[in-house]
């Protein structure tokens, strides 16, 4: 008898180990890219929000990227970088989300090109170093959020985190 108990106790137990393992929000990472110079940044906490629903690139002299803020549901997230010129603003359709970011980076982040799961791609900056492209592990996944590194006028970092959106529900 005692030792069904145990057998019985042990099975709920794997049980509902699987099942928690399966409700965890899936996870990949891509990059950093960029030399990573200069303060740190995350946008690890908004992403609390909602999904990435729109961004905001600046640009230095049509060069590099100088900074960048993303909106999670209806609410604005931190600039992180600089200001430099009138903001290049793009809103994501409803249900749309980011599945590629590629670019081109050296000292500074030069390029960003976004790709969505709606089939629309988005450039900012100018096509000079080396060239990076990130995408999830999965296909279900989308970007959740960012991290990275900014210097004065610039973006010197950035990588990028990817989530299963079923595993947010």
């Known amino acids: 008898m005692m030792l069904l108990q145990i057998l019985g106790v042990t ?20 990059g950093e890219y960029g030399s990573g110079s200069g303060t740190p940044f995350s946008y690890s906490g908004p992403d609390r929000w909602g999904p990435i629903t729109a961004l905001r690139i600046w640009e230095h002299c049509n060069n590099f990227i100088s900074g960048i803020q993303l909106q999670f549901g209806h609410r604005w997230g931190e600039l992180f970088g600089a200001k430099t010129g009138p903001a290049l603003e793009v809103t994501l359709l409803p249900r749309e989300r980011i599945t ?3 670019g081109k980076h050296y000292t500074y982040i030069y390029q960003l090109i976004i790709s969505t ?9 100018q096509p000079y170093g080396y060239s990076f492209n990130a995408v999830p592990l999965s296909r279900s996944e989308y970007l959740a959020f960012i991290t990275g ?12 985190h990817w989530a299963d959106p079923r595993a947010r529900e």
């Not at 799961?117 to 900056?125: Q, W």
């Not at 590194?149 to 990028?160: E, P």
Request: charged share 15%; aromatic share 12%; glycine share 14%.
């Open 117 to 125: 799961n709606h089939g629309r791609t988005f450039f900012f900056g």
């Open 149 to 160: 590194h900014y210097s004065g006028s610039s973006l010197t970092g950035i990588a990028m």
């Open 100 to 102: 590629q970011i590629s």
């Open 11 to 30: 099975l709920l137990l794997l049980g509902d180990s699987a099942g928690q393992k399966e409700r965890q929000r899936r996870h990949s990472y891509s």
